[in-house]
């Protein structure tokens, strides 16, 4: 799988994807995207615009609450904020590559983990087996009352 840093050029497709996947990612516009990549640890896009991930080391200080679980309790991890595969994509092993990516850049970094939150209510079953095959470990569960959302928080150990 051939995977390219995300460019400017991709901005326009990564937002029309996210849209697309609004309810497991949450919502993502230009002003947030361009904000995120001024402070992004790694950001991939697969070949043929079949998947792209953002990920931010502790240092980010995004204002998501599910970053802020994970800074509050450690300071050595790579947040995957978004991981997305277009549909006609899926089980090609897009994720897998995009997942192995940031986990390689992450261990150069000197990281001892990645970690990574799934929504559980509403629920995204795909998503869960995914990172259950990929070795990640239950870390933890919260409510986000202003989303209306239950997220399962996920740890995978760099060894």
């Given at each position: 799988?051939?995977?390219?840093?995300?460019g400017?050029e991709?901005?326009?497709?990564?937002?029309?994807?996210?849209?697309a996947?609004e309810v497991?990612t949450?919502?993502l516009?230009?002003?947030?995207?361009?904000a995120?990549?001024a402070r992004?640890?790694?950001?991939?896009v697969?070949?043929s615009r079949s998947g792209?991930l953002?990920?931010?080391?502790?240092?980010?200080?995004?204002?998501?609450p599910?970053f802020?679980?994970?800074?509050?309790r450690?300071?050595d991890?790579?947040?995957v904020d978004r991981?997305i595969?277009?549909?006609?994509?899926r089980?090609r092993?897009v994720?897998?590559?995009?997942?192995?990516?940031?986990a390689?850049?992450?261990?150069?970094?000197?990281y001892?983990?990645?970690v990574?939150?799934?929504?559980?209510e509403?629920?995204?079953?795909?998503?869960?087996?995914?990172?259950?095959?990929?070795?990640?470990?239950?870390?933890?569960?919260?409510?986000?009352a202003?989303?209306?959302?239950r997220?399962?928080?996920?740890?995978l150990?760099l060894?």
């Amino acid at each position: 799988m051939i995977l390219r840093p995300l460019g400017p050029e991709d901005h326009d497709w990564v937002l029309a994807l996210n849209a697309a996947h609004e309810v497991e990612t949450g919502p993502l516009d230009r002003a947030a995207l361009e904000a995120g990549l001024a402070r992004v640890f790694h950001a991939a896009v697969a070949e043929s615009r079949s998947g792209f991930l953002l990920a931010y080391g502790p240092g980010a200080r995004l204002a998501s609450p599910n970053f802020r679980w994970f800074a509050d309790r450690m300071n050595d991890f790579v947040y995957v904020d978004r991981v997305i595969v277009d549909a006609a994509s899926r089980g090609r092993g897009v994720a897998r590559a995009l997942y192995k990516d940031v986990a390689d850049a992450a261990r150069r970094a000197g990281y001892r983990a990645v970690v990574a939150e799934v929504n559980i209510e509403p629920p995204n079953p795909g998503s869960l087996a995914f990172h259950d095959r990929e070795g990640f470990a239950t870390v933890g569960e919260a409510f986000l009352a202003d989303r209306g959302k239950r997220v399962r928080y996920l740890r995978l150990d760099l060894g």
